[in-house]
């Protein structure tokens, strides 16, 4: 790998599946990162999960053997920090999400609050500690105008034991129950969070590729937002899965450790 040059600028890569699977990186992945490094080339690595501070990816990631920092992750929830951030800046937030969850905005400066007549808008993101309190809060809160947005709106989130919803339950259960539609998902594939990644490398779409192994997210919104994509073989996809589908990667790696 050392003898060739990284074709782009700048490199967004997905987590579990594309990095590591669980506990243990995927073979290639360290080696490959550090290719990237030796050569200039910033990384940003991606999660669609808001169950983590970022802090807790770049732990991961560092006590898996890739040297990593808070600001190389860019998740769901800083996505949506940063629209907040220019198109609601003072606005009031129920947030429905884990005590972890809730912290981190409040440490982002936001306000928090579960008085009705102060909601301005109601974040769903996905809730192990979800409660009909808090469900009954959100639906007054959107009965009464507030707005509604989401972390990521997928399935990716694990629900252990099937009973509590995932991001995109909670989503849909307000929907059914409000008449409401959720505005806005920040998570993938939401040009949000890439964009984010992207401002987080400071090189331009065109000089980035987009890594991972979704098709209906990674490969879907690096397409749409015109960057080259790589899918990589280690997580989700098949070979048959990506002959069925309408989607086309720029590159299809047996893994990371292929990467142009």
């Known amino acids: 790998m050392s003898e060739r040059l990284p074709r782009y600028g700048g490199y967004v890569f997905d987590l579990d599946g594309t990095i590591y699977l669980g506990e243990r990186l995927i073979a290639g992945a360290r080696e490959a990162v550090a290719w990237l490094r030796q050569h200039g080339r910033p990384v940003v690595f991606l999660s669609n999960k808001p169950l983590e501070p970022r802090s807790a990816y770049a732990a991961k990631l560092t006590r898996l053997g890739i040297a990593a920092r808070e600001d190389d992750v860019v998740n769901s929830t800083q996505a949506l920090m940063s629209y907040l951030r220019v198109d609601r800046p003072e606005a009031r937030l129920y947030v429905i ?65 099937g009973a509590i919803p995932d991001c995109a339950g909670v989503i849909a259960f307000l929907e059914a129950t409000t008449g409401r539609s959720c505005e806005l998902v920040a998570g993938k594939p939401s040009p949000l969070i890439l964009n984010a990644a992207l401002s987080r490398l400071g090189v331009p779409r065109d000089a980035a590729l987009m890594v991972g192994d979704r098709l209906g997210t990674d490969i879907r919104m690096g397409n749409e937002l015109g960057l080259d994509t790589a899918l990589v073989l280690t997580g989700v996809t098949t070979r048959e899965m990506l002959a069925e589908s309408g989607l086309r990667p720029t590159y299809v790696l047996p893994s990371v450790a292929e990467i142009p």
Do not use: H, M, W
């Open 97 to 161: 999400g884990e005590p972890a969850l809730l912290d981190e905005f409040r440490a982002e400066g936001f306000t928090l609050t579960e008085a009705l007549d102060e909601i301005d808008i109601v974040v769903a993101a996905f809730d192990r500690t979800l409660t009909y309190a808090k469900l009954n809060t959100a639906y007054q809160s959107l009965v009464r105008g507030a707005g509604f947005v989401a972390t990521n709106g997928d399935r990716s989130c694990p629900i252990e034991g």
